[in-house]
């Protein structure tokens, strides 16, 4: 049963780091946390990229993954049901996000074609990231993954989200909650009303994993960001002892390629930042889905190289970007082999 609201304690904690800035605080509790480093030797970065988006010291990417693992795995063999970028412009400090929608046909990064959040499963963060280079146009080179058992314990220990909720998001919240209630190993109160509530751990973490309401993952996305927002409006209002608390019982569940001085170096500087605006991705209007044969349920870009110059524009400011050569590339192999599989 995939739950994607994880990718909430990536903002939790990397917020709940600073207010022990001073160095001994957070290197005592940075041992509980995992590590993985990313081989800078090893990581796609396709052609010209660099100098196409000229992003210089302008913009820090960073990979934000949740994977659907209850044993405590962070790396290859749990499959990201969330895919985030996280891009911070470093002038402005505004964090934007982009939703990877998980079932997206895309490269893997080593010539094979699947859904997007398999590349994790086959080669851990670190293909994973490649993958999004490759496909994207990005020049990411970290990422924080967290895993599926810290989330309810997280949002209850901030003290539970208010959220707006519809009649029909209601009505899935609950069915859904039980299996929630399952997997975790505790029970919690059925939402009462739509409109707006207050949402306990458990709760906030169905609301999120909803996706037969209208939109399907599309919109459980959107809840997924709007999570997130609703959490750091919280923790930034929390107090030391909260928050080391929430330290001690979920740095286990969260690993990272990011060293103790650079975690150090964002953390001096949380209050200045803002989440701005977010969107998913592929685009709406540029996308399609279907079952298609040997690729199952998929979400299939259009012109994936269409895509990639919308999501720079949002993310960089980049007007009429034109995608390298790789992606013009993918974009082609994408079209083919999906007529392929349709016979035609």
């Not at 891009?87 to 996000?97: A, D, G, P, V």
């Not at 999120?208 to 709007?226: K, M, Y």
């Not at 979400?299 to 993310?315: A, C, K, Q, W, Y």
């Amino acid at each position: 049963m995939p739950i994607w609201l994880r990718v909430i304690l990536i903002v939790v904690l990397a917020l709940a780091l600073v207010v022990g800035a001073a160095y001994g605080y957070v290197n005592s509790k940075w041992d509980k946390m995992g590590r993985e480093e990313i081989k800078t030797s090893e990581l796609i970065i396709n052609s010209d990229v660099k100098e196409k988006l000229d992003l210089g010291d302008g913009f820090t990417n960073i990979a934000l993954f949740g994977v659907d693992s209850r044993e405590g795995n962070l790396g290859a063999g749990s499959r990201s049901d969330c895919i985030i970028v996280a891009s911070l412009n470093n002038q402005t400090k505004e964090i934007r996000m982009v939703s990877i929608y998980r079932d997206t046909l895309l490269n893997l990064s080593d010539g094979t074609y699947q859904k997007c959040n398999a590349a994790y499963s086959y080669g851990g963060p670190q293909m994973a990231i490649n993958m999004l280079n490759m496909n994207l146009d990005l020049d990411i080179e970290d990422y924080v993954t967290v895993d599926f058992s810290a989330i309810a314990d997280g949002i209850d220990m901030l003290g539970g989200i208010d959220i707006e909720i519809t009649e029909e998001e209601l009505k899935e919240l609950n069915y859904h909650l039980v299996g929630t209630a399952m997997a975790i190993g505790r029970e919690s109160p059925f939402v009462q009303h739509a409109g707006m509530v207050h949402l306990n751990g458990m709760q906030a973490t169905t609301y999120a994993r909803i996706r037969s309401t209208a939109g399907g993952d599309f919109t459980r996305t959107e809840r997924q960001r709007l999570v997130i927002e609703k959490v750091v409006e919280k923790i930034k209002k929390t107090d030391l002892q909260t928050l080391d608390a929430m330290i001690n019982e979920l740095f286990s569940h969260v690993s990272t390629s990011f060293t103790l001085p650079e975690i150090l170096m964002y953390a001096t500087a949380y209050k200045e930042y803002t989440l701005g605006e977010n969107t998913g991705f592929p685009y709406s209007d540029l996308l399609s889905t279907d079952t298609v044969s040997g690729y199952g349920s998929i979400v299939i870009p259009g012109s994936l190289t269409s895509n990639v110059s919308r999501m720079h524009e949002f993310l960089f400011g980049t007007v009429d970007y034109t995608p390298s050569s790789e992606v013009q590339s993918i974009s082609s192999e994408i079209t083919a082999k999906v007529r392929s599989a349709r016979g035609y």
